[in-house]
C-alpha cells in the first residue's frame, strides 16, 4: 500500500481512538480496534481493496443511528466530512461512506444488503465481535448498563431475527443471545470469517449449557 494511503488509515484510527476513548455503550474504541483488526486478517484471505476495508472498519460506527434520533445518513456525512479532511480521494470516500451507511442500517424488513466485498468484510468483523468469549462479555456489559437481568427464567426464547426489537427489548441479556448472538454466524459473508463464527458460535453454546446448569445448581 502506498505511503499516503498507510497515512490516511493511521490518521483516521488516531481521530476515531480520540473520539471514542471512554466509550461505555459497546462502540468503544477496544471494539473498534478488534474490528479493524480482523477486517485486515479478512482481507487477506480476500481479493480486495485493503484501503477501503481498513477505512470502513474504522468509520464504521462513528455515528450509531440510535444516538442520532435514527438518523441513517448521520454516519456517512461524518465519514465523509471526516475522509475529505484527511485528504482521500472522492472514490474512496464514496465506496467507505456507503459501508458506513449499510453496516449501520439494522432496521426490520430491509434486508442487509452489501454489495462490496469490501463492505461484506467489514460486517463480518464487526459481527464477530459480537460473539464468541469477547461477544458475550459485550452482551453483559450492554446489559448492565441498561440495568437489565442476568437471565430470567419465565422467559421464552424464539430465535428470531428482529434487529428492530432486539434495542427495545427490556428482555434480559441471556434472550439477546437467541434475539441475535447465535444468530449470527449464518449471516457471514467470507469463508474466513464463517469458519471463525463457527468456532465462536460453539464458545456460546457452551457457555448457554453451563450458565443454566448452574442456574439450577446444578454444576
Ligand atoms: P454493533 O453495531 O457493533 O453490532 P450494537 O449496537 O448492535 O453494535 O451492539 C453493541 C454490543 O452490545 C454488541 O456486542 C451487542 O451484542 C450488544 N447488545 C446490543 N443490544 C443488546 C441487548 N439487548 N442485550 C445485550 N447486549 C446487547
Ligand atoms: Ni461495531
Not at 499516503?4 to 488509515?9: L, M, S, V, Y
Not at 430491509?110 to 459485550?138: C, Y
Not at 449470527?184 to 464463517?194: E, F, G, N, V, Y
Request: glycine share 6%; aromatic share 10%; hydrophobic share 35%.
Amino acid at each position: 500500500m502506498n505511503p499516503q494511503k498507510k497515512e490516511i488509515i493511521q490518521k483516521t484510527a488516531d481521530f476515531i481512538e480520540q473520539k471514542f476513548k471512554g466509550e461505555g455503550t459497546g462502540h468503544d474504541w477496544q471494539h473498534i480496534y478488534r474490528v479493524w483488526k480482523s477486517a485486515e486478517l479478512i482481507a487477506k484471505t480476500e481479493d480486495c481493496d485493503s484501503y477501503i476495508v481498513s477505512l470502513g472498519a474504522l468509520l464504521h460506527d462513528i455515528a450509531d443511528h440510535k444516538f442520532y434520533d435514527g438518523d441513517l445518513l448521520e454516519g456517512s456525512r461524518q465519514s465523509k466530512k471526516w475522509l475529505e479532511d484527511a485528504g482521500a480521494d472522492q472514490e474512496t470516500i464514496d465506496k467507505v461512506a456507503d459501508i458506513v451507511k449499510r453496516v449501520s442500517y439494522k432496521g426490520a424488513g430491509v434486508k442487509d444488503e452489501m454489495p462490496s466485498i469490501e463492505g461484506q468484510i467489514v460486517q463480518d468483523a464487526d459481527r464477530l465481535d459480537a460473539i464468541g468469549a469477547i461477544g458475550i462479555a459485550r452482551a453483559f456489559a450492554y446489559g448492565g448498563s441498561k440495568h437489565r437481568l442476568l437471565y430470567d427464567a419465565e422467559e421464552t426464547y424464539e430465535m428470531h431475527a428482529n434487529f428492530d426489537a432486539y434495542h427495545k427489548s427490556e428482555s434480559s441479556t441471556i434472550a439477546h443471545f437467541y434475539e441475535k448472538l447465535l444468530l449470527l454466524k449464518d449471516r457471514m459473508h467470507t469463508a474466513s470469517a464463517k469458519k471463525i463464527a463457527k468456532e465462536r458460535h460453539h464458545v456460546m453454546e457452551n457457555f448457554l449449557e453451563q450458565f443454566y446448569a448452574e442456574w439450577e445448581g446444578k454444576r
